[in-house]
């Protein structure tokens, strides 16, 4: 079975931009959770989602929003970026049925802001 | 915040077991010990967890004490490729909630 895959790898933006990364699941599995990893921070929860519907929210601001599609497949926006959104992010999926699925990662996105 | 405590860093030698530690001493009935490890700023990896029974799979062993309030994960023939950054995670919802973890380092 293939891992989760993250799209795309690396990406260079400028503060006020903004920004998509996506996140393809392991197949079959309905759950996809975001996460930040900064050096500052370490690795923090942004959000997860289960069919289509945001099912749990990290302490970040609106500016960082997702979405889930009918084949699970999840994208990541961050509008008007700051210096500090520079981290590594990362998303992991499971089969969604409670907290003893096991989540598992992809390789993540690795962002940087000018 | 994350309710586990770790040591920040540890040595082993390679082909030792490497036994990391990790007290969850505030744990309750129904959440499980989880441990990931991460190389290098790649995505964690999953170890292993488990409830209250010891765990063993191809990568690793787990041990909880009956008490449930430390647990203890054991990679019995260390390699090089097992430098990384281990993380003991209390788990009871769909978020994993990461400390700082242990900083593993296997020497030759």
């Known amino acids: 079975k293939a891992g989760v895959t993250q799209t795309p790898r690396y990406l260079i933006k400028t503060r006020g931009q903004q920004v998509t990364l996506s996140c393809s699941p392991i197949s079959g599995h309905r759950s996809v959770s975001w996460y930040q990893q900064t050096p500052g921070q370490g690795l923090q929860f942004l959000f997860e989602y289960f069919s289509e519907t945001q099912r749990n929210k990290g302490n970040f601001p609106g500016r960082f929003s997702g979405r889930q599609f009918s084949n699970s497949r999840s994208e990541m926006n961050v509008s008007t970026l700051e210096l500090g959104d520079s981290a590594l992010y990362l998303c992991a999926s499971s089969l969604g049925r409670g907290y003893t699925d096991t989540q598992y990662f992809g390789p993540g996105t690795r962002l940087t802001v000018l | 915040d994350a309710k586990t405590t770790q040591p920040p860093s540890m040595d082993c030698a390679e082909g030792r077991a490497a036994n990391l530690p990790c007290n969850h001493s505030t744990i309750s009935g129904n959440e499980y010990v989880y441990w990931y490890r991460q190389i290098h700023s790649q995505g964690p990896q999953y170890i292993i967890h488990?409830?209250?029974n010891n765990e063993t799979n191809e990568m690793a062993s787990l041990i909880i004490t009956e008490d449930r309030k430390s647990s203890t994960l054991i990679l019995p023939h260390a390699t090089l490729r097992d430098t990384a950054v281990y993380y003991c995670i209390v788990r009871d919802t769909d978020k994993l909630i990461f400390g700082t973890g242990t900083r593993l380092q296997v020497f030759p």
């Open positions: 488990g409830l209250k």
